[in-house]
């Protein structure tokens, strides 16, 4: 049976348990388009994820936990405001807020999570940011990558990347 989530802390709970968790390219048309994202948009589920490192390193090892932990994305609603070229987005039905920018000339806008999620187990601290980014998003669909950065404290030291497979974003 497969596990599905949507962004908020709680897909940062496995991170522990297993610890023994912006592109601005992409798009299409030119510049000079009154580009605006603002709107609820809702993103379909994705996964499973991939981790990068994924080797047998100890950060390999770990990465390879936190993907398996961190499991499928459910399909989700965020809630994205824009101001210029920065946006601000919440994940509906969660606490989980994004802050942003547009790129007008690639047609896109990248979100990455506010504040970072925590988990500890013993000395060791693994905390976690969510980036979401929205590719050929000029009229009210995008293709989204989702990936999830990962920091180890000094008492496990890793970094790696969970990354979902492309999904897709619709304005309503």
């Known amino acids: 049976m497969t596990t599905r989530r949507r962004f908020h802390s709680s897909m940062f709970v ?5 610890l023994g968790t912006l592109g601005c390219g992409g798009g299409g048309g030119g510049g000079g388009e009154n580009f605006l994202v603002s709107g609820l948009w809702n993103v379909s589920g ?10 047998d390193s100890p ?33 509906v039905g969660s606490p989980l ?24 187990q ?7 940011a969510a980036s979401v980014d929205f590719f050929n998003a000029a009229g009210n669909t995008a293709d989204v990558n989702i990936a999830l ?12 990347t969970v990354s979902y497979p492309t999904t897709n974003g619709t304005r309503t």
């Open 97 to 120: 807020a994004f802050t942003g920018t547009v790129n007008e000339s690639n047609q896109s806008f990248t979100l990455v999570s506010t504040t970072q999620m925590c988990e500890s």
């Open 149 to 160: 950065g990962l920091t180890g404290n000094s008492a496990c030291p890793f970094q790696c």
């Open 122 to 128: 013993g000395a060791c601290t693994v905390c976690g």
């Open 14 to 18: 496995g991170v522990a348990v297993l």
């Open 46 to 55: 994705t996964g499973p994820p991939s981790p990068n490192p994924s080797d």
């Open 59 to 91: 950060a390999g090892r770990v990465c390879k936990a936190a993907a398996a932990g961190a499991g499928n994305l459910a399909a989700t609603q965020i809630n994205v405001a824009q101001v210029g070229s920065t946006v601000t987005a919440t994940e």
